[in-house]
């Protein structure tokens, strides 16, 4: 079992930057691959960045490619996104997801997830 909480998220105007961070309790978070994932409202939950247990791939969605940064500390137990350049369509819930085995761009391959922060940007 693995518990997730993020945080971080917060208002800001484009051109800016966030970093939301996702801290994991439990066991052998280290073996978990973990992914991001935003929702808007009156949208379906989308992809944005995963990266492997061991930090080594990572893979990101084309609207963020080269604007975030998805990075994990597996001795801190923690998750990082690093988000520059925002865009007022990059307003959403973001969340953080774990999932045992190869990260995965589909939100159904995941097994844990955490409540969501909320990011908003003003243009």
């Known amino acids: 079992q693995v518990q997730l909480v993020e945080s971080g998220g917060g208002s800001v105007q484009a051109g800016g930057s966030l970093r939301l961070s996702c801290a994991a309790s439990?066991?052998?978070?280290?073996?978990?691959?973990m992914g991001w994932f935003r929702q808007a409202p009156g949208k379906e939950r989308e992809f944005v960045a995963t990266?492997?247990?061991?930090?080594?791939?990572?893979y990101y969605a084309e609207s963020v490619k080269g604007r975030f940064t998805i990075s994990r500390d597996n001795a801190k137990n923690t998750g990082n996104l690093q988000m520059n350049s925002l865009k007022p369509e990059d307003t959403a819930v973001y969340y953080c997801?774990?999932?045992?085995?190869?990260?995965?761009?589909?939100?159904?391959?995941?097994?844990?997830w955490g409540q969501g922060t909320q990011v908003t940007v003003s243009s």
């Open positions: 997801a774990a999932r045992r085995g190869v990260s995965s761009a589909n939100d159904g391959d995941y097994d844990y």
């Open positions: 439990g066991r052998a978070y280290s073996s978990y691959a």
């Open positions: 990266i492997s247990w061991s930090g080594g791939t990572t």
